[in-house]
């Protein structure tokens, strides 16, 4: 749950998974929409897609609804106009939160999302309130079992990565935004399948969270947030104590 380790947020988000399947299916059919909008139905041509696409397989995706998802956005077919969306806000202890979402109706979004953070200890901010606590960046997550640490520093920093940041969970590797397309497409090609692959908000200053009470109230607007039908991407600055962690870890 720490706001600095996205790992853990994917290994949080994984025992969640099995039981909303639905709501799964759902955010991968927006993202294959969006990027088939944005670069085309041809994967080929288009890292974005594909990434989407072995995403939407890993989580057992029929081929029927990743078909359907893409032609929506190439205009093959008829289909609701999505609208990506981030809102800024601050949860329980002053968090900072960036909330992506995507939308069909902004208004209905803005609302719940303002609704949501101050339910629960929060506010929604400004724009550029909350941002400057955060790279905007590319982020792929990648396990070790994929590639050797020398080996994925020679494709990610030739492909125009920033740099690469290993941990013991696995290996983090970020860049400009700008670089996002020629870094997917330089791991597609090295074999490597990410288990995350994103233009991520990154947190660079961190709210410390020193006891359990707190911990949970940030940890309640990350479930409640994440169970609203438009919100994609949750990211947030707090980091937890280590006792807190351990605390949290055996709930």
């Not at 594909?50 to 995403?55: G, N």
């Amino acid at each position: 749950m720490s706001g600095h380790s996205k790992w853990s947020t994917i290994k949080r988000a994984k025992g969640a998974n099995d039981a909303k399947r639905g709501k799964i299916f759902s955010r991968l059919s927006r993202d294959l929409t969006l990027a088939s909008k944005a670069g085309g139905g041809d994967p080929a041509a288009n890292a974005k897609l594909r990434t989407v696409i072995l995403k939407a397989k890993a989580e057992n995706m029929p081929i029927d609804n990743i078909d359907r998802a893409i032609a929506k956005g190439t205009g093959d077919l008829p289909g609701v106009v999505y609208e990506d969306n981030t809102y800024e806000g601050y949860g329980p202890g002053g968090v900072a939160f960036i909330i992506k979402c995507t939308t069909d109706n902004k208004t209905r979004t803005s609302q719940d999302v303002r609704s949501i953070l101050s339910k629960h200890g929060g506010n929604l901010a400004s724009t550029g309130a909350v941002a400057f606590q955060f790279l905007h960046i590319g982020q792929f997550l990648i396990p070790k079992d994929q590639i050797e640490e020398d080996a994925l520093m020679e494709v990610a920093i030739e492909a125009g990565a920033d740099d690469v940041i290993t941990s013991d969970d696995g290996y983090e590797v970020r860049c400009e935004i700008a670089e996002f397309d020629h870094v997917i497409h330089a791991l597609d090609e090295a074999g490597v399948k990410p288990a995350s692959a994103e233009i991520a908000y990154v947190p660079t200053t961190m709210t410390p969270v020193d006891n359990l009470s707190l911990a949970r109230s940030v940890q309640k607007l990350h479930d409640v947030l994440d169970e609203n039908d438009d919100v994609q991407h949750i990211f947030s600055n707090e980091e937890l104590a280590d006792d807190v962690a351990a605390a949290m870890e055996q709930e």
